[in-house]
C-alpha cells in the first residue's frame, strides 16, 4: 500500500493544508493568562504601522487600530465534513467561507511587527502507532493564537510561536495518507503535539524521517 509519486505530486501541490483543530492544556492556559497580564502592563513597547493583529479572525493593521478587535477566541474544528470555530460554531462545508467567518468577541488587538520574528531550530521527533502518527515539536511558552498547523492527505505545515517571538518553521510530504478532518494538534507548556490519522492502518517506513 502506500502512496505513489503521480499521486502525492498532484495532493501535496493542489490540496490546501486544512488547520487543524486544537486543544490547550490547562497548565499552558494558566501560564498564557498570566503573560496576557504582562502584555497589557507592557503596551508602552513601540510597533511600527505594519504591525498586524495576531488574534484569529482579525487581520488589522496598526494604522487601522481604531477598528475594533473583533476575533474568534476558539479553536477550528472539522467534522464530518463541516468546519467551524469552537467559540461560535456557525457550521459551513465551505473551506474558504469558513477562513472569511467574521470574528464573534469583541477585545482589545494583539500588535506584532511582521519582521520582528526570529527564525530558530526546535528538537523534533515522532512516533507511531496502528493508527495514528505523532509529530511533537519541543517548546516552550507557546502561542497558540499565533501557530499555524495545517494538513493535507499527505503534507504538513507547521509554524509554531513561542518564547520571545521566537518561530520554528516546517513543511514535509508525509510517507503515507493522513485524514485531517481526525487529527488534532496539542498545546502544552513544554511541547506541541500534532497527532495525526492514519487513512491507511499500515506501518510507514523506519527510514522515514519527520
Known amino acids: 500500500s502506500g502512496i505513489n509519486a503521480e499521486y502525492e505530486a498532484v495532493v501535496s501541490t493542489q490540496s490546501t493544508g486544512v488547520p487543524l483543530p486544537t486543544v490547550i492544556s490547562p497548565s499552558l492556559q494558566k501560564l498564557l493568562n498570566n503573560l496576557a497580564l504582562n502584555e ?3 503596551e508602552t513597547e513601540e510597533v511600527t504601522k505594519d504591525a498586524i493583529c495576531q488574534r484569529k479572525g482579525c487581520g488589522k493593521s496598526r494604522s487601522e487600530e481604531g477598528e475594533p478587535c473583533i476575533y474568534h477566541p476558539g479553536s477550528p474544528i472539522f467534522h464530518e465534513g463541516m468546519k467551524y470555530w469552537s467559540c461560535c460554531k456557525k457550521k459551513t462545508t465551505d473551506f474558504n467561507e469558513f477562513l472569511v467567518q467574521k470574528g464573534c468577541e469583541k477585545g482589545s488587538h494583539l500588535w506584532a511587527n511582521p519582521n520582528e520574528k526570529k527564525v530558530v531550530e526546535c528538537r523534533h521527533d515522532w512516533h507511531q502507532t496502528g ?3 505523532n509529530f511533537t515539536v519541543y517548546a516552550k511558552k507557546v502561542h497558540p493564537d499565533q501557530c499555524i498547523i495545517k494538513c493535507n492527505p499527505v503534507k504538513i505545515e507547521v509554524e509554531i510561536v513561542f518564547g520571545d517571538n521566537q518561530v520554528f518553521a ?3 510530504v508525509l510517507a503515507g495518507i493522513i485524514d485531517p478532518e481526525k487529527s488534532k494538534v496539542t498545546f502544552s507548556t ?3 503535539e500534532v497527532s495525526m490519522r492514519k487513512a491507511e ?3 510507514w517506513p523506519s527510514t522515514f524521517v519527520l
Open 190 to 192: 513544554a511541547k506541541v
Open 131 to 133: 493508527d495514528q502518527v
Open 170 to 172: 516546517f513543511n514535509k
Open 201 to 203: 492502518f499500515v506501518a
Open 40 to 42: 497589557q502592563k507592557a
